[in-house]
């Protein structure tokens, strides 16, 4: 069974960019949840979609933003790029219900 | 205060030793609770979920302490590569949304 995997992998961006990362769920998985994971900081909540629907969000101004697609898949976006943007961003999935996160491998997003 | 707090550590331990990690939580009405490892430049990995009664894998065991809102893991005879960092995960259930909050993780190393 394929995990859950992002892409890409690495993403170089300037200030003032948009940054466009991407994640399939495990199949059969119908919850997608983002996360970042700044440099000697935890794992800090963004975004929660299930069926499509964004279900819940973290503490994050709006230029960050995503979708999810019919097939489950997700878009993170961020606009306006700062540099504290810089992080570790990971997706997680989970089948209906709770049973612990399966999680990407992440997009490791510098900012310069 | 913040809502889940671990001890960053690190927690430097020689191989065969017990270590016990402790996780406090601000939400009395949190209701599910878990332990993930993650190992340098990772993504993290479910380790075990922790149930009221508490619960053992092998060398480890998680317990909860729901009066004193505080949630560990106890590692015995610890090995080489034990050495990774746990995050411990709260999720904390309100009308139908979900918000699971990691700690900032205990590093744990683990020396020959």
């Known amino acids: 069974e394929a995990g859950v995997t992002q892409s890409p992998t690495h993403l170089i961006k300037t200030r003032g960019q948009q940054a466009t990362l991407r994640c399939s769920p495990i199949?059969?998985?119908?919850?997608v949840y983002w996360y970042q994971q700044a440099l000697g900081l935890g794992l800090q909540f963004l975004l929660w979609?299930?069926?499509?629907?964004?279900?819940n969000r973290g503490n994050f101004p709006p230029r960050f933003s995503g979708r999810q697609f019919p097939n489950y898949s997700s878009e993170l976006n961020v606009n306006a790029l700062e540099l504290e943007d810089s992080a570790l961003y990971l997706c997680?999935?989970?089948?209906?219900?709770?049973?612990?996160?399966?999680f990407g491998s992440g997009t490791r997003l510098t900012v310069v | 205060r913040k809502e889940v707090e671990q001890d960053p550590g690190p927690f430097n331990v020689p191989e065969g030793a017990t270590v016990a990690f402790n996780c406090t939580y601000s939400?009395?009405?949190?209701?599910?609770f878990f332990w993930y490892r993650q190992d340098c430049r990772k993504e993290p990995k479910l380790l075990m979920s922790?149930?009221?009664s508490g619960n053992e894998d092998g060398r480890f065991t998680a317990q909860l302490n729901r009066a004193s809102q505080y949630i560990s893991l106890l590692i015995r005879d610890s090995k080489l590569s034990d050495s990774a960092t746990y995050l411990c995960?709260?999720?904390?259930?309100?009308?139908?949304?979900?918000?699971?909050?990691f700690g900032t993780g205990t590093r744990l190393k683990v020396l020959a």
């Open positions: 199949s059969g998985h119908t919850s």
């Open positions: 997680a999935s989970s089948p209906v219900g709770w049973y612990g996160y399966t």
């Open positions: 995960v709260v999720n904390e259930a309100a009308s139908g949304t979900y918000k699971y909050i």
């Open positions: 922790v149930y009221s």
């Open positions: 979609y299930d069926e499509g629907e964004e279900r």
């Open positions: 939400n009395s009405a949190s209701q599910s």
